[in-house]
């Protein structure tokens, strides 16, 4: 899977090989100081691809198929979604156990009233430029292991 990085006013947005939005990457920009200036330093920051350590990651975690407002379906249908939403959440469960991911954060998706999405902190092997290439290297990892478990 060839993963993308697009900038977007201090994050950045990861479309997959059908450019296809498959998530965001919040920098870590560390201690900002002072506040007001917090645009203007990330900006700066960015420019200079000044190194982080890491930051958070933000994926869909599942969609339902149910909270629709035009939905009429029946009882079986309903049941094969929930199946099939609860099996996405065991796989859930081996990624954020094997990753060692304890610590994460659910909500519903700003743009889909029926999907919540998973927001969990990636940490990097080194300081790494902000800089596509190089964050793209480290987030690889962690894009490429959802996208084998089914889960982007």
């Known amino acids: 899977m060839l993963w993308k990085l697009e900038s977007d006013e201090g994050f950045f947005r990861i479309y997959d090989s059908k450019k296809m939005v498959a998530g965001y990457f919040d920098p870590d920009y560390g201690e900002i100081f002072p506040k007001e200036n917090a645009e203007e330093i990330i900006t700066s920051m960015l420019k200079n691809h000044d190194k982080i350590l890491g930051g958070v990651m933000m994926v869909p975690l599942v969609k339902f198929g149910l909270f629709d407002t035009d939905l009429d379906t029946d009882i079986s249908t309903v049941e094969q ?25 659910i909500r519903i998706s700003h743009t889909d ?18 800089e596509k290439k190089h964050l793209l290297e480290e987030l690889f990892t962690t894009l490429d292991l959802l996208q084998k478990l089914g889960l982007l």
């Open 81 to 105: 979604n929930v199946t099939r939403v609860n099996e996405h959440l065991q796989k859930w469960n081996i990624f954020l156990s094997e990753t060692n991911r304890q610590k994460h954060s």
């Open 113 to 130: 009233q029926d999907m919540l999405t998973i927001t969990f902190e990636v940490r990097f092997s080194k300081p790494t430029p902000l």
